[in-house]
Structure formats: C-alpha cells, structure tokens
C-alpha cells in the first residue's frame, strides 16, 4: 500500500468527531514526549522542551522550543478538526405512533443526498456528574443506530430531476420503532460509564462507521469519510513529528469550527493561538518586541483540501489553473484573498517543495465562482505572519464520503517535514533567506 495510507485510514476511523481527532493527536504528541499544559495553569517551559495545549478538547496547538536561546522565528502549520455533518438537537428525540426519529440540524455546508440511506452513528462527549464534578466522557457508538431513507421513486418522480430537501422534514434520521423512545440516552450513557440521569450536556454528531479504503485500478485514490481536513491534519502532523530541531520554534496548530466560519473560543478566529505564543514568549523571558520581531519573520500554512478537476465537469475549474488527485501539493490563490497565498509566502513555500523534491500545483477558482475561505486568513487577523494556504487535491468534498489521491499524503508528510526544518530569515522588507540544517 502507499505509504501513510494505511495510517491515514486508522487516524480518520478513529476520528469520527473533532473531540476525538484531538484526542487521538494528544496521544501520539504524548507517545513522542510532549507534555500537555492546562490553559488555567501557569506554564513553566524549559529549552528543548516539548508542549500541547488543547482548548475545548477539540482544538490543540503543540511546539517545540530550541535547545539553547529564544526562537527566532515561528513555523506553523494550521488544519481543523471539524467536518460538515449533523449536529443532534438539545432535546434529540422524535416520536410518533409508528417510529422513533433523531432531531438534529445541519453542521456546515454539506451534500445532502450521500447522506441518505447510510448505517449512521453517533459520536462527541459527554459532561457526565461524578460527586462535585462535571467530568468529559468521549463516546463513540460501535453500532449503526440511525439512518435518513430516501423517498421511492414511485412516490416521487421528480427524485432524479433536482430536489431541493426540507432540512426539517427530509433529513431527520430514523432510530427505530415507537418502543426505541429513551434508548440511545441509555447507550450513549453505557458507552461512557455512567448513568443516564448523570448526563448534564452533550456535544454529539452523526458519523459513518463504514472505514475508509484503496480503490482505483492502479489503487490511486483513498476514500473515506473526513478527507477534509482529517488527511492535512495528518500529514502535517507527521511533518511535524518528524521534522530535526532548528533554531526555529516549529508549531503544530489543529482548529475546531472551520466550518462554521471559526469564530468560537477554539476556532481560528479566536485568540487560541495568540495566547499560546504570548504565553511561550512570556515563559521563555522574550520581550513583547522579540515576540513582534519573531512573527514577523515567521510563515504558517494553512493546510485545508482543494478541488480536483472534476472528471464529469472540467468546466466548473478554471482552465488553466486546475489541480489533480496524486500530483502534489496545491497552493491556493484568490485575488479577494479568500486564500492568504501571496506572491512571496507562495514562492517561500515553493522553494522549499523544490528543495526537497515535492511537486507542486497552482490552483484558482473559476472568477465567477467564489469559492470558501480557510483558516489563513481568519488567523492571520490575530497573529500576522506570512501564510500561503496549501492543501491537497480531492473530490465530493463536503460528501460524507470522499475522494482523494493516495500519493499525495505521502507528499504532505515531506514537504511538511521540510519545513519544519527550515531557517527563515527576513532581510529588510522584500529579501527572504531560506536556508536548512
């Protein structure tokens, strides 16, 4: 199999919700020696020191510090946690005579029609009361519970002719019969060990339990649930992981609700990751002008999937700057910036791809069609750095079940490992040096 794929496959399947992507983040930051700081305790740092910080339980920034002196520059990467799905309803249950079914409401902009007819489950956490505590419990229910049946043809006929669904009417879950009323409360409760009347709050979302997989005749493509963004938020972290020291400080940022606009406590429109760089600085004796002339020499990616030329509709890219699955690394442009890659972060990040034989592509909306923004330039609003915003090549995204190329995680891994290892330095404004160890 191509390399990372299998890995890729086992981090997405146990993902199935942003509290779980973290969690499983945490544990192998944890397995390589990182250790976590609580955000409501004082952070005591040592040089060479290895760190994460969660916020949420669903958001997670991690860094490296030099083994002598203070970062002279930051290199982040940024990719979220969250995928579009459905979000169960405070009071989730539906009930009537003949069928028990599942209140909730859409999570981001989604396809709905993949949706249908799928074995679904139910992921998130829990805030369960054990004594004077309210304690967080992950579930993730090892069983299909639900699913959204689609009308018959023969009572609809215009099915096949464009349908514009009802939210509320057309995309409720069916749990069971009328006797089901009561029973996911009592299996969610078991999966987290507790008693159902303990059960103070949830978080909880719909997610497919079927695994990923290699298809393709030559197995090019991989396809699973959560390509977006789960695949950059693995790759990156590989990179990452990988990646020797340099007298930079290298920074590993995973966001939840970037597809929901970003602006929560945890999102990237937050000041997460302002406060976690203020607060390294602060630990590490750098003055509030160290910290400014840090960052300025700094440069993020924001790494979140591009659209592959499709293959039924080439028309619907732009003709001369489309991507495709398994040909590398896309750098995004926009001329709004709805992508934050510039002339200079792009040609910065290029250099590095070229240095350490990753192929890259260029990739722009049709100009009469905009596309969506990603977490670079909702960042960049609290902490300005230079960002280029990259991703990978795939198809149906916002599907609960898509596409992408099974060569270009391994090209993430490289180009993110790369640099990671990289010296930056800024001479002036205009002259950018490159250099690595």
């Known amino acids: 199999m191509t390399p990372y794929i299998s890995e890729l496959l086992q981090?997405?399947?146990?993902?199935?919700?942003?509290?779980h992507a973290v969690d499983n983040v945490c544990r192998r930051l944890r397995a390589q020696g990182f250790q976590p700081l609580p955000e409501a305790e004082l952070w005591k740092l040592e040089p060479g020191g290895c760190y994460y910080v969660t916020r949420n339980l669903s958001s997670c920034i991690a860094f490296r510090l030099p083994e002598?002196?203070?970062?002279?520059?930051?290199?982040?990467?940024?990719?979220?946690?969250?995928?579009?799905?459905?979000?169960?309803?405070?009071?989730?249950?539906?009930?009537?005579?003949?069928?028990?079914?599942?209140?909730?409401?859409r999570y981001g902009g989604m396809l709905y029609a993949p949706w249908f007819d799928r074995p679904l489950s139910v992921a998130g956490r829990l805030l369960v009361r054990r004594g004077n505590k309210l304690e967080t419990r992950l579930v993730a229910l090892d069983k299909d519970v639900a699913v959204i049946p689609n009308v018959a043809i023969h009572m609809n006929r215009k099915l096949n002719d464009g349908y514009?669904?009802?939210?509320?009417?057309?995309?409720?879950?069916?749990?069971?019969g009328p006797e089901a009323k009561g029973m996911l409360k009592r299996l969610l409760a078991g999966a987290a060990d507790a008693e159902p009347e303990a059960i103070a709050g949830s978080d909880l979302t719909l997610y497919l339990r079927e695994p990923g997989r290699v298809a393709g005749l030559q197995d090019e493509f991989v396809l699973a649930p959560r390509l977006d963004d789960l695949e950059c938020a693995f790759g990156t972290l590989e990179g990452f992981l990988?990646?020797?020291?340099?007298?930079?400080?290298?920074?590993?940022?995973?966001?939840?609700?970037?597809?929901?606009?970003?602006a929560t406590r945890q999102g990237a429109d937050s000041s997460f990751l302002s406060d976690v760089l203020t607060r390294l600085a602060e630990a590490l004796g750098m003055s509030a002008q160290?910290?400014?002339?840090?960052?300025?020499?700094?440069?993020?990616?924001?790494?979140?999937n591009a659209h592959a030329v499709h293959p039924n509709h080439p028309e619907l890219s732009d003709p001369e700057n489309q991507v495709v699955m398994n040909g590398g690394i896309v750098v995004k442009f926009n001329a709004?910036?709805?992508?934050?890659?510039?002339?200079?972060s792009s040609a910065l990040?290029?250099?590095i791809c070229r240095r350490a034989g990753v192929p890259t592509q260029a990739y722009a909306n049709r100009s009469d069609m905009p596309g969506g923004s990603t977490l670079g330039n909702i960042a960049n609003t609290h902490v300005s750095l230079h960002t280029v915003d990259i991703g990978l090549a795939q198809l149906a995204m916002h599907s609960c079940f898509e596409t992408a190329g099974t060569a270009d995680v391994a090209y993430l891994v490289q180009a993110a490992k790369a640099f990671y290892e990289t010296s930056l330095r800024i001479e002036g404004d205009g002259t950018y040096l490159l250099s690595r160890d």
């Open 336 to 344: 709004n910036q709805r992508y934050t890659s510039d002339g200079v």
């Open 242 to 262: 990988q990646a020797g020291s340099f007298d930079a400080c290298p920074v590993y940022c995973l966001f939840d609700n970037e597809e929901v606009g970003s």
């Open 164 to 176: 514009s669904f009802a939210p509320q009417q057309d995309l409720i879950p069916l749990l069971g």
């Open 290 to 304: 160290e910290l400014r002339a840090a960052a300025a020499s700094s440069l993020m990616l924001s790494a979140d």
């Open 349 to 351: 990040f290029r250099e």
């Open 68 to 105: 002598e002196g203070k970062p002279r520059s930051f290199l982040l990467t940024a990719s979220h946690s969250d995928s579009p799905t459905f979000k169960l309803k405070e009071n989730y249950e539906l009930a009537s005579p003949a069928y028990t079914r599942l209140n909730v409401e």
């Open 11 to 19: 981090f997405i399947e146990r993902s199935p919700s942003p509290f």
